[in-house]
């Protein structure tokens, strides 16, 4: 039998992976007549789609742009910051959080005003473990704007007339359901964002570069190899010098730091989600003694691997038990 071929590395699932992504569904709003809800900041990401009629987006901020969103648009918001969604920007805002919570129907749909044309929206929001998300957040607009009509939009076109259909009511698995959808169209919109025009230095952009992106796959499928920065060079087909620069200008950090940070963050999944000794996790991201990993890891999280073991441990005790 012939050996299968093996299967490229994917950095994004990796991190997605490793930073425990819980995407969640929030309830459906129909909006109509004239309506303004402002919200408050929030933790990581949030992200909505258009099912009807067309609506404003912006971040709470002086110099915010509005966004104009019609059908099949999605959004992704990343700042945190408060942030306001209206039927006309010139409106002044109430409590979306307070509308959300008065209008919310059995069937699980938010609804605000009773004439004139519906404003359909659906959407939810991300959190995540905090070792890995950096990379993933770093350098986002505060609002990634996919439209309809953009070419990467077709599987989010698809993936929002699903999140249509589960937000419509009140359905059977909902729980299952809600968390595996809103993983999909997380990937979707951060592809759509990787291969846009509007695209952003940092992490996530280099992923789609043609020398630094190859290189970050490597390190992801064998970071526990002594890697050094002119055999990185070599695998990109630069000078050392060329990749160093071109790897911190996309990346945001040098080589051999971003190796440093994605070993400790494989070893803080390892120490949150099992019971692997110290010296095994030593090894499997690239270290010969179990001091020497545990100093490089005190060095970035300010707390040995041991007392990190036992604090997520506790958090994680205390969410089972609610």
């Known amino acids: 039998m012939r050996d299968q071929p093996e299967m490229p590395v994917d950095p994004l699932s990796d991190v997605l992976s490793l930073s425990s992504v819980d995407g969640v569904l929030s309830a459906r709003f129909e909006g109509r007549g004239a ?12 992200f ?3 099912l009807q009629g067309a609506m404003w987006l912006w971040a709470d901020e002086t110099a915010a742009t509005p ?4 059908v099949g648009d999605v959004y992704l918001l990343t700042s945190g910051h408060p942030y306001r969604t209206a039927s006309a920007v010139d409106l002044s805002p109430i409590d979306g959080r307070a509308v959300f919570r008065e209008g919310l129907g059995p069937d699980g749909v938010v609804r605000y005003g009773s004439e004139g044309d519906a404003t359909v929206v659906t959407g939810g929001r991300f959190t995540f473990a905090d070792d890995a998300s950096g990379m993933l957040l770093g350098l986002l607009p505060p609002v990634v704007h996919i439209p309809a009509t953009s070419p990467a939009a077709a599987p989010l076109r698809a993936a929002l007339d699903f999140v249509g259909f589960e937000t419509g009511a009140n359905r059977p698995g909902a729980r299952v359901m809600n968390g595996a959808l809103g993983t999909l169209v997380l990937v979707h919109i951060l592809r759509a964002h990787l291969i846009s025009e509007d ?7 280099a992923l789609a570069d043609p020398r630094i992106g190859p290189v970050l796959g490597l390190l992801h499928g064998d970071p526990a190899r002594r890697w050094c920065v002119a055999e990185m060079a070599r695998a990109a087909g630069m000078s050392r010098t060329a990749f160093n620069g071109r790897f911190i200008a996309k990346v945001g950090t040098s080589p051999l730091d971003y190796l440093i940070r994605w070993r400790m963050a494989v070893a803080s999944a390892a120490l949150r989600t099992g019971e692997q000794k110290l010296a095994d996790i030593a090894v499997k991201v690239g270290y010969a003694s179990e001091s020497a990993f545990s100093m490089a890891f005190k060095r970035l999280h300010n707390e040995s691997p041991g007392r990190h073991r036992s604090a997520n441990r506790g958090r ?3 969410t089972i038990g609610g």
């Open 48 to 50: 909505g789609g258009v």
């Open 35 to 46: 309506w303004s809800m402002r919200f408050p900041g929030y933790r990581h990401l949030k």
């Open 199 to 205: 695209a952003m230095p940092g992490w996530l952009g």
């Open 316 to 318: 994680r005790d205390r």
């Open 67 to 70: 966004v104009r969103l019609q």
